[in-house]
Nanobody
Framework: QVQLRESGGGSVQAGGSLNVSCEAS????????MGWFRQVPGKDRECVAA????????FYADSVKGRFTISRDNAKKTVYLQMSNLLTEDTATYYC?????????????WGQGTQVTVSS
């Protein structure tokens, strides 16, 4: 398994931008599909974006299309999520995950999460 650590969360006003990163340790990052998920209390964890191991394919939830961008740098073992035009409903704990595709049950490695709060 790969160890994942998110960073970059914080607070921002609606309409603003925020970037989060997820750094991996271990040797397998470049072979792993990666995903960004978010979760609010009482709701299921949802995939907001995912990217193939080689970066050639990506997925976005309808709620974030056109506002969020997922990218990765395999040399740095890091996956990024750029978030713009943030809405209050984007407030959640954001997690990165590795080794699956879109369905949270398919992922084998998870970070500890980073909080993103969007205020009106």
């Amino acid at each position: 398994q790969v160890q994942l650590r998110e960073s970059g969360g914080g607070s921002v006003q609606a309409g603003g931008s925020l970037n989060v990163s997820c750094e991996a340790s271990g040797q397998t990052f470049s072979r792993l599909n990666m995903g960004w998920f978010r979760q609010v209390p009482g709701k299921d964890r949802e995939c907001v974006a995912a990217i193939y191991f080689n970066g050639f394919r990506s997925f976005y939830a309808d709620s974030v299309k056109g506002r969020f961008t997922i990218s990765r740098d395999n040399a740095k073992k890091t996956v990024y999520l750029q978030m713009s035009n943030l809405l209050t409903e984007d407030t959640a704990t954001y997690y990165c995950a590795g080794g699956g595709w879109i369905n949270p049950k398919s992922y084998s490695s998870w970070g500890q999460g980073t909080q993103v709060t969007v205020s009106s």
